[in-house]
């Protein structure tokens, strides 16, 4: 990894941990070394049905937009690179009634060790 892409990801890093969702409606996706990113796409496509039962019509709505965008990067990308893959999707305005759907997804400097799949206020960059 050469220092601009050092930067880049300590940028977009930095820029994760600065968002807050307004309820548990972030999304982070870590893909571990070796493992497909089909069984992970179907994972996804079994939260969405999941996430249908959430009272708050506004975080529901928020949840499933933010499982298609990563399931749609997901399918983008094909293959697991290298060192695993790490997706992050969600509403990272902070005003209610806008939307502002995000999503980043990147290659660690790292083989990445850990699956993790949350729906959170924040997303989780440690094992970047």
């Known amino acids: 990894m050469d220092e601009a892409q050092k930067f880049e990801l300590e940028s977009t890093v930095e820029e994760l941990e600065g968002y807050r969702g307004r309820h548990t409606e972030l ?3 870590l893909v571990p070394a ?3 990113l089909t069984q992970t796409t179907k994972q996804l496509e079994d939260e969405k049905g999941t996430a249908t039962n959430i009272k708050s019509t506004a975080t529901r709505k928020n949840v ?6 990563a399931i749609r990067k997901l399918k983008e990308i094909g293959r697991t ?5 790490a997706v992050y999707a969600g509403n990272v305005t902070m005003a209610d009634g806008k939307e502002s759907l995000e999503v980043w997804a ?5 083989p990445l060790k ?3 799949y949350r729906c959170d206020q924040t997303f989780i960059v440690d094992p970047l």
């Open 64 to 69: 499933i937009n933010s499982l298609e965008r």
């Open 114 to 116: 850990v699956k993790i």
């Open 34 to 36: 070796g493992a497909t």
């Open 81 to 85: 690179p290298k060192n695993g893959l």
């Open 106 to 110: 990147i290659e660690p400097p790292k």
């Open 27 to 29: 999304i982070t996706v």
